[in-house]
């Protein structure tokens, strides 16, 4: 039986995705809704149907989801996913449920049903909290922009309205943790003789050495970065270890894009892991004016565009716990500015940085980067 949320003096009709052609509208709705918005970069269609494909996305072999269409009047207004996270829920010991993919109209009708229908179909699972967004999971979009609208996003970082926060606040969402965004000038980085001879001292007083990613064997490279990176995190507010499927499939699309100079592996003397980081090249940059999401015109203009890129986002940088006090974190923050400015890029993003790391808070405000977004992750009870 197909359930229908109609919350009373509305006309917002809430709906499960069933067919082929509801995911077709689910995908399409975002491509309407946001041709008024000139700093928002239209994601590839074929990613966005490959986020939700619970065959293809081997995030779905641990987790469910139910997705739900708006309409009113036959026309859809918005649009929300429902996630059950089990290793989330094992990890933390936690019953929380997410909710993600969330798009709305500025109409709070619109997204109550849309919560509504969320959290009804997470507490019908047992679970008692709802947090989000989440899209689908902490290692893929995750938070709501609520500071840094007027700036386009950085690759595989959301973008939303200004009006969301009222909407979701609106329905008794709160503020469960901030995530956020620096930019620094890689050149006003290497311009301070202090953070050089910190990270030559830093090198040497650690012996730890740091070389780029090898592309000859980038096989092998991979699968020693995934043994490092699940314990580089663990113990960080709301991780999630990646599984060995979801890590592959990760690695096999940003092969794609990856330049292995902003791959900065840091080894001990017996050529042991013991952190690395993870610089891409802001693509978006280049897709901003491919608007309706097309893969052909895409490509074209990542081939033809991307001399125009100069931005590259800092995706990950973490140290083992038992090399934290080497200072490795602040010398793969160095190594990755010191590269990408060689490579031409004059700006970095570090995203996303948690409200309390004060580490990487620390290191970020070394490097003279500024605060310039803030993502917030919400919570209520179900």
Known sequence: MVLEWAPAMTDVVVRPVRTKTDERRFIDFIYTHYRGYPHWVAP????????????????????ERELFLAERAGRVVGRIGAI???????????????????????????AAALLEAAGGYLRGRGLNAMRGPASPSVNDEYGLLVEGFDVPPAVMMPYNPPYYAALLEGCGLRKEKDLYAYLGSTESTLAQPKIVRASEILKKRSGLTYRSLDMKNFAADIERLKQVYNRAWQGNWGEVPMTG??????????????????????????????GFGLSLPDINMALRDNRNGGLLRGLWHLLTRR????????????????????????????????????LGYRRGEASWILEDNLMMIRAAEA?????????RIYQMGI
């Open 84 to 110: 059950v996270n089990h290793n989330h829920n094992r990890r933390h010991d936690d019953r929380v449920g997410f909710f993600g993919f969330f798009e709305s109209v500025d109409d709070q009708a619109v």
């Open 307 to 342: 001399s125009r890129i100069d931005l590259c986002r800092i995706l990950v940088l973490g140290v083992l716990p038992e090399y934290k006090r080497t200072g490795a974190a602040g010398v793969l923050f160095y190594e990755l500015a010191a590269r990408a400015h060689g």
């Open 44 to 63: 590839l269609r074929l990613e966005r149907r490959k986020l939700i494909d619970t065959r293809k996305n081997p995030f779905y072999l641990h987790a």
């Open 367 to 375: 490097m003279q980067a500024r605060r310039y977004k803030t993502y």
């Open 245 to 274: 499927e979801e890590y592959d499939a990760l690695a096999s699309e940003l092969k794609h894009i990856v330049r292995p100079e902003l791959v900065v592996i840091a080894e001990t003397a017996d050529g042991a892991v013991a």
